[in-house]
């Protein structure tokens, strides 16, 4: 009697977790717009700031979730959709907002460019460890603040020492919480999917 092992998928360098699935133009669309419409539903779960403009809201981590699980540019292009479809009328910003004249406006900006950094970090296997992710999502997370504490105090006339007392400070601990959930369940995800393949 012989006990054939069962195949295990081969993945080549540079595959993220979308790329399991089979491949098509349909599916990158489908990815990409699933993509911005799980950011802005997590951007519904939100909670305002005393004393900031800017609440605390699940499309941070929904963003840096989108890049790292589609790729560079894919998750460019699904956080691209995002905010031009914000930007005309769609109230899915945080707090059920829509338009780009709100002070909190930089952190969307913030958030496409984060997730192609992500996403681009996720094709190099970032996502695949809990220290490696822990590395990507405190990376992305300091490129959204990079954009949006600065676009803060410019649209407000804060200083730069208040717009991180009232951009950057208060969310710190949420920020340490999401990136432990996305720590847990990415590379959960690529042992589950990636080793049944």
């Not at 911005?36 to 939100?46: E, R």
């Not at 941070?60 to 890049?67: D, R």
């Not at 109230?91 to 681009?120: D, E, K, N, R």
């Amino acid at each position: 009697m012989s006990t054939a092992a069962a195949p295990t998928r081969t993945l080549r360098a540079g595959t993220v977790l979308a790329d399991l699935l089979p491949s098509s133009r349909t599916r990158d669309i489908a990815l990409v717009v699933g993509g911005a419409a799980l950011t802005g539903l997590a951007a519904q779960l939100s909670v305002p700031v005393p004393g900031s403009p800017v609440p605390v809201s699940g499309q941070t981590f929904a963003a840096l979730l989108v890049g790292t699980a589609l790729g560079a540019r894919r998750g460019f292009l699904a956080l691209a959709l995002y905010a031009v479809a914000g930007m005309a009328g769609v109230p899915w910003f945080a707090q059920a907002t829509s338009g780009y004249g709100m002070p909190s406006f930089g952190y969307i900006l913030g958030m496409l460019l984060a997730a192609t950094v992500v996403g681009a970090l996720a094709r190099r296997g970032a996502d695949r460890s809990v220290l490696r992710t822990a590395g990507a999502m405190a990376l992305g997370s300091a490129v959204i603040y990079a954009v949006g504490v600065p676009y803060l105090a410019l649209a407000t006339g804060m200083t730069l020492g208040q717009a991180v007392a009232a951009g950057l400070t208060p969310f710190l601990i949420g920020d340490a919480l999401k990136a432990a959930l996305a720590m847990g369940a990415l590379p959960a995800a690529w042992k589950l999917l990636g080793d049944r393949g």
